[in-house]
T-cell receptor, first 112, second 108 residues
């Protein structure tokens, strides 16, 4: 099956710990994205990548880091510098930056 | 700043009625896309309309685009309880494309 997957579905972290969220796609898409969604709100862009080995900051990149070593994978690390990390995180991919984005099922991160 | 902003924020209708939601944006676009999100899930792409198109249909969905007013509307006809979800518009993929969405509740 072609698609985009995120793992885990639920993630709990203690304050001060870094945590990495996984995002994998087998759609052969060049572009990938990470969004954060808080309750009752829309999506805010954290980072995006147009192509392998390249990524750009979105609107709320502080406290987050990413890598794009492989076309299929775009992991997001939530660092201890992120002051309020509890949120729903969505990964997406698209053929390029102008085309339809396909979303993963999301990871709900809770900081204890 | 966000490129797409949806209106109204919330909409509640009876099954069988039509639902209309609007989207405004600020800069020139290549295309505009509408997405749907069920609670706690990822977004699902509904329809894409290009900047040189004025109207597009897909099943019970009708999207219009007015580039002079920088606005788009999504019409869902003969709504069903299963249409209950949040709906988002998005312009050029990349930075700041999504608004806060319209939450649609369809009562059976």
């Amino acid at each position: 099956d072609g698609g985009i997957t995120q793992s885990p579905k639920y993630l709990f972290r203690k304050e001060g710990q870094n945590v990495t969220l996984s995002c994998e796609q087998n759609l052969n898409h060049d572009a990938m994205y990470w969004y954060r969604q808080d309750p009752g709100q829309g999506l805010r862009l954290i980072y995006y990548s147009q192509i392998v080995n390249d990524f750009q900051k979105g609107d709320i990149a502080e406290g987050y880091s990413v890598s794009r070593e492989k076309k299929e994978s775009f992991p997001l690390t939530v660092t201890s510098a992120q002051k309020n990390p509890t949120a729903f995180y969505l990964c997406a991919s698209s053929i390029d930056l102008l085309t339809t984005q396909y979303f993963g099922p999301g990871t709900r991160l809770t900081v204890l | 700043s966000q490129q797409g902003e949806e209106d109204p924020q919330a909409l509640s209708i009876q099954e069988g009625e039509n639902a209309t939601m609007n989207c405004s944006y600020k800069t020139s676009i290549n295309n505009l896309q509408w997405y749907r999100q069920n609670s706690g899930r990822g977004l699902v792409h509904l329809i894409l309309i290009r900047s040189n198109e004025r109207e597009k249909h897909s099943g019970r969905l009708r999207v219009t685009l007015d580039t002079s007013k920088k606005s788009s509307s999504l019409l869902i006809t003969a709504s069903r309880a299963a249409d209950t979800a949040s709906y988002f518009c998005a312009t050029k993929a990349g930075k700041s494309t999504f608004g806060d969405g319209t939450t649609l509740t369809v009562k059976p």
